[in-house]
């Protein structure tokens, strides 16, 4: 028989992330869970942003907890005949903690969006943590990075000039 010594380490590496697995379960439906919620709420409140806390449970162990900033009318209407129209509705973005298939953590966000107008964002992905590694700086960190991400959508310009950009016209005018 051939020295399996390689094999073994893998097959050990193996059953390690599976423990893992089971553990970061664990550990997302006794305390993470609430935690989040917990925080989420804390800074919310503090703020006085307007939220909600949305939670996705169809799937056990595919769980979720959304800090979502609802939807409202756009203020866009679309004609549907003479004096009818109908108000485009806006989403207005959302920060998601979703547990993924071996229950390690995906944070992310979702970009305003107006329905109807253009299309919406991909998910824009922050980072996956295991549970252990998600401590309340990095969830202040989150908010912080969502709100301004939002703010700057909601502050689209396209005359903002480029960054690095001098003045001029884009001339090399440097030696010959």
């Known amino acids: 028989m051939e020295n399996i010594t390689n094999l073994q380490k893998k097959v ?3 059953k390690e992330v599976l423990n893992n697995t089971k553990n970061n379960r664990i550990t997302w439906q006794q305390s993470l869970k609430k935690e989040l919620t917990d ?23 595919l769980e979720a907890v959304i800090f979502s900033l ?7 209407e679309e004609e549907v005949s003479g004096e009818i129209s109908r108000p485009l ?7 998601i903690y979703q547990q993924l298939f071996n229950g390690k953590i995906m944070v992310a966000y979702n970009l305003p969006f107006i329905e109807k107008y ?7 992905p922050i980072a ?4 252990e590694e998600l401590k309340e700086a990095y969830i202040l960190r989150h908010l912080e990075t969502f709100v301004e991400e939002v703010a ?9 000039p480029e960054p690095n950009q001098g003045i001029g016209f884009k001339m090399n005018l440097g030696p010959k």
């Open 12 to 14: 050990d590496f193996y």
């Open 70 to 76: 609802g939807a409202e009318f756009s203020g866009i």
């Open 128 to 131: 996956i943590y295991r549970p």
């Open 118 to 124: 253009g299309e919406q964002s991909p998910l824009r």
């Open 152 to 160: 700057k959508w909601e502050d689209y310009d396209d005359d903002k």
């Open 89 to 95: 509705i806006k989403h207005n973005g959302s920060l």
């Open 39 to 61: 925080l989420l709420k804390i800074y919310g409140d503090a703020t006085k942003l307007d939220y909600k806390l949305e939670f996705k449970s169809t799937l056990e162990n």
